[in-house]
């Protein structure tokens, strides 16, 4: 399966799709919002602000063109690591060197294939964090977690995890990120909710 970002300068070929990934995914959370008012891309997000991801293991994942035009932000020292590509601003993947995990943006997969969720992957599963959504957001969606996402996530991380999925990655040498983090400042932190409405 071939992802791409907005201009198509960059690509990535993901290895088992759609067998290694649980799924759909959505996420409402302040920092997911924060992140794409950064990036100057809500119109990324749905009506309620949430963003849908699809999880992958990094050693699933190679990079096949434009590597030269990724980015990467935090939004505090101590957060995940968001990349995005340089290009047209398009989110490619929230992770941690450590985990078994590589949120993919909706947006990679969907510039090749528009149809792709639903001839592949279905409905969402699951949603989490909805008390920072706007309006209302899905039924079911939780304030927080749930146990129906904990019973979606939880055996694809630890499964992850037994063989070993977090590396090699192709976001990360060695522990330490491709390119230098750009870690936000506290103004430009609150700049991003403040337009976010976080």
Partial sequence: MEIRCECGKFRAELNQFPKNTPGRLKCYCDDCQTYLHHLKRADLLDENGGSEIIPFYPADIKITAGQDLIECVRLHPGGMFRFATTCCNTPIANTDPKRPWAGIHRRMFTNKDPDIFEKALGKVKSSIMGKYAKGTPPPATPQTYDLNGMRIVMPYILKGMFFGKSKPSP????????????????????AGRAAAGV
Avoid: H, Y
Avoid at 175 to 188: F, Q, S, W
């Fill in 171 to 190: 976001f990360f040498n060695d522990g330490e990120p491709i390119v230098a983090p750009k870690v936000l400042t506290r103004g430009e932190r609150q």
